[in-house]
T-cell receptor
Framework: KQEVTQIPAALSVPEGENLVLNCSFT??????LQWFRQDPGKGLTSLLL?????REQTSGRLNASLDKSSGRSTLYIAASQPGDSATYLC???????????FGGGTRVLVKP | GAGVSQSPSNKVTEKGKDVELRCDPI?????LYWYRQSLGQGLEFLIY????????KSGLPSDRFSAERTGGSVSTLTIQRTQQEDSAVYLC??????????????FGPGTRLTVL
């Protein structure tokens, strides 16, 4: 059974610092990995999708890497801003079915 | 264009009552998913619809939960005889689902269900 873990559960940084968020998964037989952002009381906003054959994806200040063989992904957010404060979730779509298995999320606070 | 929409945004009900939650997927998306987000369990898959294929119901927690998708578009999640442990945010997602590797799911704002 696929398990997804995100460490740390919470992170607080001063504005301008780079953020590094970690995600690990137990079964490397995945089709893709998605990173989402969730603001309090809101739904999920898709940030990046990395296909299983890719090593990384970039969008603006965001860069996500994928090492499928070791079961790890890292989301980097450069030059953090207070508006980046949110919960970040990673999820994998595995070979077991067309569904996402989610990690518990990392709650990020960027202090002005 | 419009994203995934869900209604109602909030629902408060009494234990034992039935509730219906609605999801309108992004136009043209063939796949539709329901997930549940609760404090103790995180985000969990409930059910998946793809075109005219039989739905994947493997995540439904009990037979009190059911869902249908009419005309390949709108979906309704029904919870019968609600219990307090059903209190959660119910999230709907849709995707175009071409290649599995590029199956990006887009989520709605969710319905917050509170069972008193």
């Amino acid at each position: 059974k696929q398990e997804v873990t995100q460490i740390p559960a919470a992170l607080s940084v001063p504005e301008g610092e780079n953020l590094v968020l970690n995600c690990s998964f137990t079964d490397s037989a995945i089709y893709n990995l998605q990173w989402f952002r969730q603001d309090p009381g809101k739904g999920l906003t898709s940030l990046l999708l990395i296909q299983s054959s890719q090593r990384e994806q970039t969008s603006g200040r965001l860069n996500a890497s994928l090492d499928k063989s070791s079961g790890r992904s890292t989301l980097y957010i450069a030059a953090s801003q207070p508006g980046d404060s949110a919960t970040y979730l990673c999820a994998v779509e595995g070979a077991a079915g067309n569904k996402l298995t989610f990690g518990g999320g990392t709650r990020v606070l960027v202090k002005p | 264009g419009a994203g995934v929409s869900q209604s109602p945004s909030n629902k408060v009900t009494e234990k034992g009552k039935d509730v219906e939650l609605r999801c309108d997927p992004i136009s043209g998306h063939t796949a539709l998913y329901w997930y549940r987000q609760s404090l103790g369990q995180g985000l969990e898959f409930l059910i998946y619809f793809q075109g005219n294929s039989a739905p994947d119901k493997s995540g439904l927690p009990s037979d009190r939960f059911s869902a249908e998708r009419t005309g390949g578009s709108v979906s309704t999640l029904t919870i019968q005889r609600t219990q307090q442990e059903d209190s959660a945010v119910y999230l709907c997602a849709s995707s175009f689902e071409g290649l599995r590797q590029n199956n990006e799911q887009f989520f709605g704002p969710g319905t917050r269900l509170t069972v008193l």
